[in-house]
T-cell receptor, first 117, second 112 residues
């Protein structure tokens, strides 16, 4: 049973550039959430995708956007990169249709380490 | 917005000792989750709690959903070296199956 996978593992960009991160959810899951984890901090919620639409969004600027594909995989795009965008970006998947509060059980991928110079 | 305060920030213990850590929130949560994160990895789900007062175990780990719905506790019994890592609490509120709010983490070091 494949878990959540993310690519690439590491990425180095310069200020002002754009980046796309990719995520494949755990087999059987239909919902993907993205989180940003700065060094020494807990993950911060960016947004969540279900049925190819953004369902919820955290306190992140419009420079952060996403997409979910029919096969439930997802992309996170960040435009006009800032030094402060350097972080570990985590993708988590869950099964919304499981119903009840178990839909809150999110399973994380290994993350993409983004460094902005 | 919702804030989670997790304590202690770090713990240094001897192998075989028991460990306790807790998390408090300024708001009510309907679900509490506990995760462990190793260096360079994503968080791994340890225990999920759904009901106020609920006590759930997973091997040597036991977690409780506080009665007020604003706190949760995680205990690890008879610690072993592989328990080393960062432990995070996370809460989800209301009926929104989405946003998890995380604590700052507890760094656990186990000396053999």
């Amino acid at each position: 049973d494949a878990g959540v996978t993310q690519s690439p593992t590491h990425l180095i960009k310069t200020r002002g550039q754009q980046v796309t991160l990719r995520c494949s959810p755990k087999s059987g899951h239909d919902t993907v959430s993205w989180y940003q984890q700065a060094l020494g901090q807990g993950p911060q919620f960016i947004f969540q995708y279900y049925e190819e639409e953004e369902r919820q969004r955290g306190n992140f600027p419009d420079r952060f956007s996403g997409h979910q594909f029919p096969n439930y995989s997802s992309e996170l795009n960040v435009n006009a990169l800032l030094l402060g965008d350097s972080a570990l970006y985590l993708c988590a998947s869950s099964f919304l249709l499981l119903g009840g509060r178990k839909g809150n059980e999110q399973f994380f991928g290994p993350g993409t380490r983004l460094t902005v110079l | 917005g919702q804030q989670l305060n997790q304590s202690p920030q770090s713990m240094f213990i001897q192998e075989g000792e028991d460990v306790s850590m807790n998390c408090t929130s300024s708001s009510i949560f309907n679900t509490w989750l506990w995760y462990k994160q190793d260096p360079g990895e994503g968080p791994v789900l340890l225990i999920a709690l759904y009901k106020a007062g609920e006590l759930t175990s997973n091997g040597r780990l036991t977690a409780q959903f506080g009665i007020t719905r604003k706190d949760s506790f995680l205990n690890i019994s008879a610690s072993i070296p592989s328990d080393v890592g960062i432990y995070f609490c996370a809460g989800s509120g209301g009926t929104s199956y989405g946003k998890l709010t995380f604590g700052q983490g507890t760094i656990l070091t186990v000396h053999p």
